[in-house]
C-alpha cells in the first residue's frame, strides 16, 4: 500500500511540474520606453544589446531580452571631443568576428555631412572586460557619407552594407555593400544595390524644417539568411514620418553579393505602420535567434502615436518572425503594446 501511496504522489509532483514548465513567461512591447535602432547578439547564453544613445557606446547584457531594463549595462567608450568621430553617435552594432568583439557606429564631427563608418575592437571574450580600441574609419574607396553599417560573414567572405549618399550633398540615400579585408578595412569601392523607387519608399522628402532636405531614403540595412537565401531587410522613407516601413531585398545570384543586377527588390513594403494596432513609423531593425536556435525574431523601434517622428519617442520592440512556402521571411503586423508574447524559446 505503500509504494502505490509513493508513486500517486509523484504522479501528481510530476504533473504540477509539467504544468508549471508549460507556463511559459510573457511579455509586452516596447520592451525599453526610449532606444532608437536597437541591436542585439547572442553569444554564449546571454544578449548583448545596444541603441542609438547620441554620444557614447552602451552595452547591455540579459538572459531575457524582454527583461532588458533589469540588464546589466556598461559604458565602453565615450565620444572625444574635437574630432571627426565626436557627435552623432548612431546606430552602433556589436558583432564578434573570429573571436574577437567589434563595435561598428556612425559618427560625424557635428556636421552631419561628414558622417562617416567607425569601429572599435576589443580582444577579450567578455566584451564587457579587455580594452576596446579605437581602430578608425571604415570607408570604401569613393570615402562619401556613410551610415547604418551592417557586418556579416557569407561564404567565408566579409562583407558590409550600408546607407549612403551617391556624391557629397544630401539628397538621396542608398544602400550600398562592399567585400572587406579584415574587419576595419573595406576591399575596394563600394557597389550600389537599393535605391528608393517606389512610393512607399519616398514619403517626407520635402519641406519638413524641423529636418533636413531629403529626397528620398534607403537605410538600416540588415543581412537575413534562412535556408540558404540571403535576404537583405532595409528601411524607407523619413524616419520623420509615420511612414518609415521596412523593405525588402532578396539575392537571385549565384554567391557574387557584389553583382548588383542580382539584387531584387519587393515592390511592397515587408513591414509598416498599424493604426489599429497603434504602432507608428516601425523601423530600423536588426534580428536574432531564440536561445535554442530555432525561432527568428525581429529587434526594431517604433512610435506609439501618430507624428512623434525621429525623437526620442521612438522606443524597442521584438517579436517573432515567420518564414512562408517559399523561404521568404513574414513579418505580420506590428502588434499593439497590450499583446502579450511568450518571450524567446530556450
Known sequence: MKKYLILIVLIIASGCNSETYSQKETFTNPILPSGADPYSTYYKGYYYYTHTLQNRLVLWKTKNLADLKN????????????????????APEFHIIDGKWYVYFAADDGDNATHRMYVLENKSEDPFKGTWEFKGKVAAKTDKWAIDG???SYKNSLYMIWAGWEDDTNGQQNIYIAKMKNPY?????????????????THGALNDPNNPPQVNVNEGPQYLM???????????????????????????????????????????PLFQQSVKNQVFAPGHNSFFKSPNGKEDWILYHANSN??????NKRAPRMQKINWDSNGFPVFGEPVSE???LEIPAE
Open 150 to 152: 551592417n557586418v556579416f
Open 185 to 201: 578595412e573595406i576591399e575596394g569601392d563600394r557597389v550600389l544595390i537599393s535605391s528608393p523607387t517606389y512610393d512607399w519608399e
Open 338 to 340: 497590450g499583446t502579450k
Open 226 to 268: 534562412h535556408n540558404n537565401k540571403v535576404f537583405i531587410v532595409y528601411s524607407a522613407s523619413g524616419c520623420w514620418t509615420d511612414f518609415y516601413a521596412l523593405g525588402l531585398l532578396h539575392f537571385q545570384g549565384n554567391g557574387d553579393l557584389l553583382d548588383a543586377s542580382s539584387w531584387k527588390k519587393s515592390e511592397k
Open 306 to 311: 501618430p507624428g512623434e517622428g525621429c525623437g
Open 71 to 90: 540588464a546589466e549595462s556598461k559604458t565602453i567608450w565615450t565620444a572625444p571631443k574635437n574630432t571627426d568621430y565626436s557627435a552623432d553617435i548612431w
